[in-house]
């Protein structure tokens, strides 16, 4: 099992960034990697919830994969399922008002825990183990960056 954990000071209150996170169909419109996303199931997003997005890989080229929401406590806790070949994922998002440079601000953290479910998903472990982490570090810290770019007020709004 590896585990990478990502945490993130952006200066925007929880549940504007828990609305942005929830709001399936317009993360293809704030998240720089995610091309499309289909909803699986109807209704607002709770537990069940699953849809499938089609993200740019860093090599070129698309991937699709599907989520499942496990668990939902706005606005500070999402947590997501998905699988790879060999591999089944649990995504937690954690949002936490805090103080930061004496400015409000919240705390995002993604925490991605990865289990092997055969042996193809422990080869992949066993030889691309520290690669994947880097990856998906790398991953978690864009969509932060992006999401804290989508909280940010348009700029007419900041100088009034």
Known sequence: MSTVTVTQFIEAPAVDLWRLLVDLPVRADWLCTVGAVELLTPGPLAAGTAWRETRARPGG??????????????????????????????????????????????????????????????????????LAVRAVEGAFRRDLADLARAARPPASAQAA
């Not at 939902?72 to 995504?91: E, F, H, I, N, Q």
């Open 61 to 130: 080229g698309a991937q699709a994969e599907e989520f499942v929401v496990l668990e939902a406590v706005p606005p500070r806790r999402l947590v997501l399922a998905s699988s790879g070949p060999g591999v089944s994922y649990r995504t937690t998002w954690a949002l936490r008002t805090t103080q930061r440079r004496r400015r409000d601000c919240t705390a995002v953290t993604v925490r991605q825990e990865a289990v092997a479910t055969g042996p193809y998903g422990r080869f992949l472990a066993l030889f691309f183990g520290g």
